[in-house]
């Protein structure tokens, strides 16, 4: 059984900054790349920033330049920093991680619950 939990959401003022954490736990073998997405009521989910195994990171222009992902590998912890916040960046954001439980199976997607991040103007 593997679990993702996210915490750091709330409630900020345009341009100011957030924290947001995710941490996997459970029968981990390995994990490839972690992944935060966003989402607002009636939109597809977004994603916002994902960061492989390596380090390697990428971001969508809405947040290049305002949001960095980071991870530690040891503590299949990924955090996403988020600073200059703007109210278009309201929504819930989730944690994705591509995990192996087993040598001898693949990776396969595991999401938290989502934690509400709101910015005000």
């Known amino acids: 059984q593997v679990r993702l939990v996210e915490s750091g959401g709330g409630l900020v003022q345009a341009g100011g900054s957030l924290r947001l954490s995710c941490a996997a736990s459970?029968?981990?073998?390995?994990?490839?790349?972690m992944t935060w997405y966003r989402q607002t009521p009636g939109k597809q989910r977004e994603l916002v920033a994902v960061?492989?195994?390596?380090?390697?990171?990428n971001y969508p222009d809405s947040v290049k330049g305002r949001f960095t992902i980071s991870r530690d590998n040891a503590k299949n912890t990924v955090w996403l920093q988020m600073n200059s916040l703007k109210p278009e960046d309201t929504a819930v954001y989730y944690c994705?991680?591509?995990?192996?439980?087993?040598?001898?199976?693949?990776?396969?997607?595991?999401w938290g619950q989502g934690t509400q991040v709101t910015v005000s103007s």
């Open positions: 994705n991680a591509k995990i192996r439980t087993e040598p001898s199976r693949g990776h396969y997607d595991y």
């Open positions: 459970g029968s981990i073998f390995s994990t490839n790349d």
């Open positions: 960061i492989s195994s390596g380090g390697s990171t």
